[in-house]
């Protein structure tokens, strides 16, 4: 149970900040083109944190946290000229290069990265409000990501160092870029789901114009040196500014040949029309999610409760991947919402940096509005908050909500929260669930909560068919990442794991001869004078 003013006294004293070490402000004004750091001399775009400041007043202000280049079209068509040059339609050094030595440019990166953790996770806390924990997580989490990734290159390539030889025909078949990566990454994961795809674009040979998230933009200006100094000029430039103005522009270009976006589906969806040439367009995206539990009267309860708060509300919801609808059996739907509720009233809200906090604030108000807008919204049609004060507002923090029955009219039905809201409904029968599942637009995970093999058996065959990864008896999860990250419907295109990744982000293309004596001396003359960064059999160990 939690008040409006006890949200309140959360927040840090205005003057007494400086006792919870916020970040020095940082007023950006550089723009990685073409190798170069230039220096932006007009106007910027302010940054708040998450984290509101209490005044003696009482009243809350979001802290300010610094600034970037406001920018605009010119910048952005500077930033994609710089990497069509670094391309320069395949032959560029960056696209040329052996794969051994992209590894070692990767390896030096990743280097550099380390050395400015502490900056990049103070960042992440006080940008987007996630807890200290989570966000050295999504740091750790990342580098580990990169050096699999290298891993992951080094057995590819390995793989495809001999020459095939089928039908008197020697062919040599190696994966190869695609050409200029324009690369979008979200506020809730800035780090780790920008880098599932601007990593394997680039380690596989694209240049890449890489727009920052709104939230998060700040936290990307400790890796500018580090992009610079690892990568040749051009094979990474940044662009700021409004996303609506520059990246209709640059789709526009024509000149982008892989889309990557991890955000709204109706956005992918306009964004790829504005391509000239849509079938020259590869899309790798990840989009919205209405993943759902389905709780059967079986299930062990303490488990699913357990997983389905986690599940729900890990990171105050703002995951892909959260649980955003609890279908439970009506047997059972009493017992489930009343425990449901107390494990939720048991979580801890608060600052990101205090201990065992699990509930932190918002990015912006913004969202807090829209929470409560979904919130009321279930009301008035029929829905009660079920836990005593969820919904509670005061700031950028947003007390989770339990909302009990949901129902087809209501905004939560459909709608995906992304936020700490619980939308709860109930099912008779097993056709009723599966029939929200099969009807949704969305289509990435679902889960199943129950201790009946049968019946997981039989619920798995259809579902595996609507979504793509069904969990028994466990929340909904990207990782491991060197499982599939894929999803149906409006879900996603493309596929990302550690492995995955590097095939959406290229393309086989192979060498072949005939079987002839010429054809053999000319290739052994390739292989042993390494005349040729594609032709060649080393081993990259």
């Not at 106007?43 to 984290?51: D, F, G, K, L, M």
């Not at 807890?131 to 290298?150: C, G, L, P, Q």
């Not at 109706?266 to 504005?274: C, E, N, P, R, T």
């Not at 489930?336 to 979580?347: D, Q």
């Amino acid at each position: 149970m939690v008040t409006t003013d006890q949200l309140r006294a959360l927040f840090p004293e205005a003057a007494n900040l400086e006792a919870h070490s916020p970040p020095a402000p940082i007023d950006q004004r550089d723009i990685l083109v073409d190798g170069a750091l230039k220096r932006w001399t007009g106007e910027t775009i302010p940054v708040r944190s998450a984290i509101c400041a209490r005044k003696p007043d009482g009243t809350l202000e979001q802290i300010p946290l610094g600034s970037y280049p406001t920018a605009g079209i010119p910048e952005a068509m500077e930033a994609l000229a710089a990497a069509v040059e670094a391309y320069d339609d395949g032959r560029g050094e960056w696209p040329t290069m052996a794969v051994s030595e992209r590894i070692a440019c990767m390896q030096e990166f990743t280097q550099l990265m380390m050395e400015s953790r502490a900056a990049i996770v103070e960042l992440i806390m006080w940008e987007i409000g996630k807890s200290r924990v989570d966000s050295e997580k999504e740091f750790d989490r990342t580098i580990d990501y990169i050096k699999a990734t290298i891993e992951a290159l080094k057995e590819l390539d390995n793989a495809n160092s001999r020459f095939l030889v089928v039908e008197g025909t020697i062919g040599q078949i190696r994966r190869t870029p695609l050409g200029v990566v324009l690369c979008m990454g979200p506020y809730n994961y800035p780090v780790n789901e920008t880098f599932a795809t601007l990593i394997p674009a680039m380690i596989m040979g694209n240049s890449v114009v890489f727009k920052p998230p709104t939230y998060g933009v700040l936290l990307f200006n400790p890796l500018l040196q580090a992009f610079k100094k690892a990568f040749p000029p051009g094979v990474i430039n940044t662009v700021y500014g409004k996303g609506e103005e520059i990246v209709p522009a640059l789709l526009e270009s024509g000149k982008i040949n892989v889309l990557t976006l991890i955000g709204s589906s109706k956005v992918a969806d306009h964004l790829k029309k504005m391509h000239p040439k849509v079938n020259r367009l590869r899309a790798i995206l990840g989009l919205d999610a209405k993943n759902a539990a389905i709780v059967l009267p079986d299930a062990d309860m303490n488990l699913a409760v357990k997983e389905c708060v986690t599940g729900a509300l890990s990171f105050n919801g703002q995951r892909c991947t959260a649980l955003k609808m609890l279908i439970v059996h009506r047997d059972i739907v009493d017992t489930f919402t009343e425990r449901l509720v107390a494990e939720v009233e048991k979580l801890k809200i608060g600052m990101p940096w205090e201990k065992g906090v699990v509930i932190t604030p918002l990015p912006d108000i913004s969202k807090v509005r829209h929470m409560t807008r979904l919130v009321e919204d279930a009301k008035s049609k029929g829905a009660r908050v079920l836990n005593k004060d969820g919904g509670t507002v005061c700031g950028t923090l947003f007390a989770p909500a339990v909302v009990y029955p949901v129902k087809e009219n209501m905004l939560l039905y459909r709608e995906e929260q992304f936020g700490p809201i619980v939308p709860v409904i109930s099912f008779d029968d097993l056709e009723t669930a599966l029939e929200y599942v099969i009807t949704s637009e969305h289509g990435q995970q679902v889960s199943i909560f129950s201790e009946n093999p049968e019946t997981i058996g039989h619920l798995v065959d259809p579902l595996v068919n609507q979504v793509c990864r069904v969990n028994v008896n466990c929340q909904c999860q990207r990782g491991p990442d060197v499982f599939p990250f894929t999803g149906r419907k409006d879900s996603a295109e493309g596929t990302l794991s550690v492995t995955d990744a590097l095939r959406s982000f290229s393309i086989r293309s192979m060498v072949a001869a005939k079987q002839t004596d010429d054809s053999k001396r000319i290739l052994n003359k390739i292989v042993r004078d390494h005349d040729s960064n594609f032709i060649n059999t080393d081993f990259i160990f």
